[in-house]
T-cell receptor
Framework: AQSVTQPDIHITVSEGASLELRCNYS??????LFWYVQSPGQGLQLLLK??????LVQGIKGFEAEFKRSQSSFNLRKPSVHWSDAAEYFC????????????FGGGTRVLVKP | EAGVAQSPRYKIIEKRQSVAFWCNPI?????LYWYQQILGQGPKLLIQ????????DSQLPKDRFSAERLKGVDSTLKIQPAKLEDSAVYLC?????????????FGPGTRLTVL
């Protein structure tokens, strides 16, 4: 069965500093990987996704993620954080062989200090 | 275009009562999903519909949860009777097609508190 681990429950970062959120997945075949953001009281919004090809993926709001098969990781990065980036971030893995089901990690809550 | 609509946004009930949530997906989206998100956890898929048929309900507690999508558009999720551990946010999502490659668009969710 597929699984996703987000090791950091909370991260605090200063506005303007860089941000990196970790995601490790477990799946026997080629995974499809996603990052979603959830602001308070809002639904989840897709930031970016990886299916194949270039392992560095660009997303919305200035985010990018890098797929590293050897490390089973799909870490999310942003060079310079804005106060509006304070939210909860979820990594998810999906796979055709698993009935197209999305499995989410536990999430990382990001707090931005002024 | 309008997003996924859900109602109510908040619901407080006592254990053993019943409750129903409603979801209206994005127009034209054939696939509809219900997720349960317990505080501090990621969303967990409860049920997936393709038009008005069930694709996956393997994680739906069928002794108390039920869901339907009669005309292939709106959907309702019901809990009867509710337990304390059902306190969570219930998210509805839709996608144009089934399959991992198709983006799921999420509604704002219904926050359920069971006392």
């Amino acid at each position: 069965a597929q699984s996703v681990t987000q090791p950091d429950i909370h991260i605090t970062v200063s506005e303007g500093a860089s941000l990196e959120l970790r995601c490790n997945y477990s799946y026997g075949a080629t995974p499809y990987l996603f990052w979603y953001v959830q602001s308070p009281g809002q639904g989840l919004q897709l930031l970016l996704k990886y299916f194949s090809g270039d392992t560095l993926v660009q997303g919305i709001k200035g985010f990018e993620a890098e797929f590293k098969r050897s490390q089973s990781s799909f870490n999310l990065r942003k060079p310079s954080v804005h106060w509006s980036d304070a939210a909860e971030y979820f990594c998810a893995v999906g796979a055709w062989a698993a009935g197209n089901k999305l499995t989410f990690g536990g999430g990382t809550r990001v707090l931005v200090k002024p | 275009e309008a997003g996924v609509a859900q109602s109510p946004r908040y619901k407080i009930i006592e254990k053993r009562q019943s409750v129903a949530f409603w979801c209206n997906p994005i127009s034209g989206h054939a696939t509809l999903y219900w997720y349960q998100q317990i505080l501090g956890q990621g969303p967990k898929l409860l049920i997936q519909f393709q038009n008005n048929g069930v694709v996956d309900d393997s994680q739906l507690p069928k002794d108390r949860f039920s869901a339907e999508r009669l005309k292939g558009v709106d959907s309702t999720l019901k809990i009867q009777p509710a337990k304390l551990e059902d306190s969570a946010v219930y998210l509805c999502a839709s996608s144009a097609l089934a399959g991992v490659g198709n983006e799921q668009f999420f509604g704002p969710g219904t926050r359920l508190t069971v006392l």
